[in-house]
């Protein structure tokens, strides 16, 4: 088992930043792959970022690539979401993921675990 918990969520205006973290539990972090994902009112859940547990390497939705940047801490078990340059379209529950086998990381489907989700708000 793992347990998730994200932190870091909030109201902010557009153009401004914020930090989102996910606090890892559990099973060993470092041999997980880590992917943020979010949900607006109405809309389906959609992939935001993804860092792989092998090399570290980052993918990201089109929508927020040059905006947002995921990173680990495998130190620490914490996942990071940088998110510059706000917009409303932005605003959305967003939930961290972890899973563990498999090669792909945009589908919610394929992660095995996943927090509560921490809520953003961008205003304009």
């Known amino acids: 088992q793992v347990q998730l918990a994200e932190s870091g969520g909030g109201l902010v205006q557009a153009g401004g930043s914020l930090r989102l973290s996910c606090a890892a539990s559990?099973?060993?972090?470092?041999?997980?792959?880590m992917g943020w994902f979010r949900q607006a009112p109405g809309k389906k859940r959609e992939f935001v970022a993804a860092?792989?547990?092998?090399?570290?390497?980052?993918y990201y939705a089109a929508s927020v690539s040059g905006r947002f940047t995921i990173s680990r801490d495998n130190a620490k078990n914490t996942v990071y979401l940088q998110m510059n340059s706000l917009k409303p379209e932005d605003t959305a529950d967003y939930y961290c993921?972890?899973?563990?086998?498999?090669?792909?990381?945009?589908?919610?489907?394929?992660?095995?675990?996943w927090g509560q989700g921490t809520q953003v708000t961008v205003s304009s």
């Open positions: 860092v792989t547990w092998r090399d570290g390497r980052t």
């Open positions: 993921a972890a899973k563990s086998s498999g090669s792909a990381y945009d589908v919610w489907e394929v992660y095995d675990y």
């Open positions: 559990g099973r060993t972090f470092s041999r997980f792959t």
